[in-house]
């Protein structure tokens, strides 16, 4: 039962924020890139976000740079995303996985392991 355990999500409208949680279980981070993921309704799943081993490189998809943020605390086993300015479109079930180092093209490169189930975001008024 290895898998991530993401939180946080919820209703939110639009303008607003959101932080998201992303727990390991059963395994620790500290060697992992860890991403996160968004399928929306009716849409493919695309990454959203990457962060490196050692927190200091991230990377983005462009529709939410400037706007969403990813962090880490390996002590703590976690990876978070600050999403600010939310709207309509950033709806959608939010995943993180291990990435084992950041792809060059964080939105169409999709391999990961220890896929969550999932938490449910909401942007509406």
């Known amino acids: 039962q290895l898998e991530f355990v993401e939180s946080g999500g919820g209703l939110v409208q639009p303008g607003g924020s959101l932080r998201l949680s992303c727990a390991a279980s059963?395994?620790?981070?500290?060697?992992?890139?860890i991403g996160w993921f968004r399928q929306a309704p009716g849409k493919e799943r695309e990454g959203v976000s990457c962060?490196?081993?050692?927190?200091?490189?991230?990377d983005y998809l462009d529709l939410v740079k400037g706007r969403f943020t990813t962090t880490r605390d390996n002590a703590k086993n976690r990876v978070y995303l600050q999403m600010s300015s939310l709207t309509p479109d950033d709806t959608a079930v939010y995943y993180c996985?291990?990435?084992?180092?950041?792809?060059?093209?964080?939105?169409?490169?999709?391999?990961?392991?220890?896929w969550g189930k999932g938490t449910l975001v909401t942007v509406s008024s």
């Open positions: 962060i490196s081993s050692d927190g200091l490189s991230t």
């Open positions: 996985a291990a990435r084992g180092v950041c792809p060059r093209r964080v939105g169409t490169n999709l391999a990961g392991g220890y």
């Open positions: 059963g395994f620790t981070i500290n060697d992992l890139a």
